[in-house]
C-alpha cells in the first residue's frame, strides 16, 4: 500500500475512495474528482430511494458509471464495491482514527436532524430517538462496523496486486496527499 508522500504510478481516471462513516470519503471523493477534473458521482444519492427505500435502478446506475472511463466514486454498497474495485485504477483508503470518525458521524447527524436538512431524495434524518430503537441507524451502523475496512482493504490488496492503494491515517496525511501527490498531476 502507498501512503500519503508516495507518487501515484500514473494520472488516476477511475477512483474509488474507501472509508467508514465518518471518514470523509465523500468529501475527499468531491475535491478529488474538481482537483482532477473527473467526474464525481455520490453512491448515496444512486442508493437512497425516497423514505429511505433503495432506488430501483440503484444497479443499472452503477453499472454506468463504473462502464464510465473517467469518475470518482465511494467505495460502498454491496453490489457498488465488487464492481468498483474491477474498474478502479485507483483505491484510497480513508482510514482515519475511529474517536475521529464516531465523533464526525454523531456531529452531522445532529447538524442535519437540527437543522432539518434534506438529503438524497427528499430524505432527512429521523428522530435522535431512532439511536435507541433502529440497529442500522447511522451511528450505530458507524460503530458495528469499525472494523471492515481493516479486513477489506487487505483483501483487495491481495486480490488486485496491480491496484494501487493509498492509505491515508491522518486529516494531515488526507491534505499532503492532495496538495503534495494529486495537485501535480492536475
Same mark, same amino acid.
Given at each position: 500500500? $502507498? /501512503?500519503?508522500?508516495?507518487?501515484?504510478?500514473?494520472?488516476?481516471?477511475?477512483?474509488?475512495?474507501?472509508?467508514?462513516?465518518?471518514? !470523509?470519503?465523500? /468529501?475527499?471523493?468531491? =475535491?478529488?474528482?474538481?482537483?482532477?477534473? $473527473?467526474?464525481? &458521482?455520490?453512491?448515496?444519492? $444512486?442508493?437512497?430511494?425516497?423514505?429511505?427505500?433503495?432506488?430501483?435502478? #440503484?444497479?443499472?446506475?452503477?453499472?454506468?458509471?463504473?462502464? !464510465?472511463?473517467?469518475?470518482?466514486?465511494?467505495?460502498?454498497?454491496?453490489?457498488? =464495491?465488487?464492481?468498483? &474495485?474491477?474498474?478502479?485504477?485507483?483505491?484510497?483508503?480513508?482510514?482515519?482514527?475511529?474517536?475521529? &470518525?464516531?465523533?464526525?458521524?454523531?456531529?452531522?447527524?445532529?447538524?442535519?436532524?437540527?437543522?432539518?436538512?434534506? $438529503?438524497?431524495?427528499?430524505?432527512?434524518?429521523?428522530?435522535?430517538?431512532? #439511536? #435507541? /430503537?433502529?440497529?442500522?441507524?447511522?451511528? =450505530?451502523?458507524?460503530?458495528? &462496523?469499525?472494523?471492515?475496512?481493516?479486513?477489506?482493504?487487505?483483501?483487495?490488496?491481495?486480490?488486485?496486486?496491480?491496484?494501487?492503494?493509498?492509505?491515508?491515517?491522518?486529516?494531515?496525511?488526507?491534505?499532503?496527499?492532495?496538495?503534495?501527490?494529486?495537485?501535480?498531476?492536475?
Amino acid at each position: 500500500m $502507498l /501512503t500519503a508522500t508516495d507518487p501515484l504510478p500514473h494520472r488516476p481516471r477511475r477512483v474509488a475512495v474507501a472509508g467508514v462513516a465518518g471518514s !470523509g470519503k465523500s /468529501t475527499l471523493s468531491r =475535491r478529488l474528482a474538481e482537483i482532477l477534473g $473527473l467526474p464525481h &458521482t455520490e453512491m448515496d444519492a $444512486l442508493h437512497h430511494g425516497p423514505g429511505w427505500t433503495k432506488r430501483p435502478e #440503484f444497479e443499472a446506475d452503477v453499472d454506468a458509471v463504473v462502464a !464510465g472511463d473517467a469518475w470518482v466514486c465511494e467505495w460502498q454498497y454491496d453490489y457498488a =464495491r465488487p464492481l468498483l &474495485t474491477e474498474h478502479a485504477d485507483l483505491m484510497v483508503w480513508v482510514d482515519l482514527p475511529f474517536p475521529l &470518525t464516531l465523533a464526525r458521524v454523531v456531529r452531522r447527524t445532529l447538524r442535519r436532524r437540527l437543522r432539518r436538512e434534506e $438529503l438524497w431524495n427528499g430524505n432527512r434524518e429521523g428522530p435522535l430517538r431512532h #439511536f #435507541f /430503537t433502529d440497529p442500522e441507524h447511522i451511528v =450505530r451502523w458507524a460503530i458495528s &462496523t469499525r472494523n471492515l475496512y481493516d479486513e477489506r482493504l487487505p483483501a483487495v490488496a491481495a486480490a488486485y496486486p496491480g491496484l494501487p492503494i493509498v492509505r491515508l491515517r491522518s486529516r494531515r496525511d488526507v491534505d499532503r496527499w492532495l496538495r503534495d501527490v494529486v495537485q501535480p498531476l492536475a
